[in-house]
């Protein structure tokens, strides 16, 4: 459904259960806060769902708003933001994302699971999406919403850096700056700011960047013993570093897990991401996609050299 379309049927329905995906970034726990506070604007009822695994920084800018909560979802109209695939829900919220009424998204990858959908590929961020949906809403936006957009949108686009950047997003983060968002202060807390255990973790990644390829491919694989000592809120963002070696068209990450090994991949522009995941049964953006191996760390290793042979040959 169009922006329109998505704003009316908002209108038409109340008691809204908003759900975020699975280790929530910057751009569903922004995108469902702004949904909620310009739900509440206009009188409806709104709620969050508890995402269990959001991280103490994101809890800090967000924890404070009062619309997260518990719910069975029971006579609630549940809408999903910036969630591709029913599997990205953390586990309280895997039956009620399979029932959701509307999901708002940018993915490409989204299956359609959702009665209705709201997607658009081009969005850098699901935040615009419901940025301009709250406006079609008629929605009054005030400094906490705006606040909660430029948090989506400056996390999903790098700060306005990388290739998904567009003209919309920076008119909205000139909206949102000019509706109260303190963009210097969350520049700091969301890009420059670093726990002294990041610092450790950049450390190691710095010098353990493995080049193939002639330099066009590059793999980092932080294993069980590193990620042990790591928070969990080191870990964003991380996924970009490999990439941005000069001359890399493709950066792969490897997680060792407890259970499966967590595999991050970004990508020049001309080199698909959401393809080179797609093989391994994941996906994303053209330029940011992912996915998960159940096997042993050795065993995805030569899987994805196998896949990396097969984009640029031996
Ligand atoms: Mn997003």
């Known amino acids: 459904m169009t922006i329109k379309e998505c704003a009316e049927f908002l209108r038409l329905r109340d008691d809204y259960l908003i759900l975020t995906h699975r280790k929530p970034d910057g751009d ?3 995108s469902a806060a702004a949904l909620a506070l310009g739900l509440r604007s206009v009188g409806k009822r709104a709620v969050i769902l508890e995402n269990p695994e959001i991280t103490p920084r994101y809890a800090a800018l967000f924890g404070g708003l009062g619309i997260f909560g518990a719910s069975d979802g029971g006579g609630k109209t549940i809408v999903a933001v910036d969630t591709a695939s029913p599997k990205l829900f953390p586990d309280n919220a895997k039956k009620l994302g399979a029932i959701a ?6 993915h490409p990858s989204n299956t359609r699971y959702a009665e209705n959908l709201c997607l658009d590929s081009n969005a850098a961020a699901c935040g615009e999406l419901v940025f301009a949906v709250l406006n079609e809403l008629g929605a009054d936006v005030g400094a906490e919403t705006a606040t909660a957009i430029y948090i989506a949108v400056a996390t ?8 998904n950047t567009t003209a919309d997003s920076f008119r909205i983060a000139s909206e949102t700056a000019r509706l109260g968002a303190d963009v210097a ?12 255990s990041k610092i450790a973790l950049e450390g190691y990644i710095y010098s353990n960047i493995v080049y193939s390829h002639g330099g ?36 792969i990450t490897l997680r060792e897990l407890a259970d499966e090994i967590r595999v991050s991949v970004r990508t020049a522009p001309g080199c698909d991401a959401n393809v080179f995941s797609g093989r391994f049964g994941g996906g994303g953006h ?4 992912g996915f ?11 899987r994805i050299a196998e896949a990396v042979d097969g984009l640029f040959g031996k």
Do not use: M, W
């Not at 999903?156 to 290739?163: K, P, Q, V």
């Not at 202060?185 to 002294?196: C, G, I, Q, T």
């Not at 990620?227 to 990439?243: G, Q």
């Open 28 to 30: 569903t726990l922004g």
């Open 101 to 106: 009424a509307l999901a708002i998204d940018h």
């Open 156 to 163: 999903d686009t790098g700060c306005f850096s990388y290739g």
């Open 185 to 196: 202060e969350l520049n700091r807390v969301l890009f420059r700011a670093k726990s002294k």
């Open 216 to 251: 066009r491919a590059a793999v980092l694989t932080i294993p069980a013993e590193i990620l042990a000592r790591t928070a969990e809120d080191d870990l964003e963002n991380i996924a970009a570093i490999p990439a941005s070696a000069e001359g890399v068209i493709i950066g």
């Open 286 to 289: 053209a330029q940011a996609a």
């Open 292 to 302: 998960s191996i159940k096997q042993p760390l050795a065993d995805a290793q030569s």
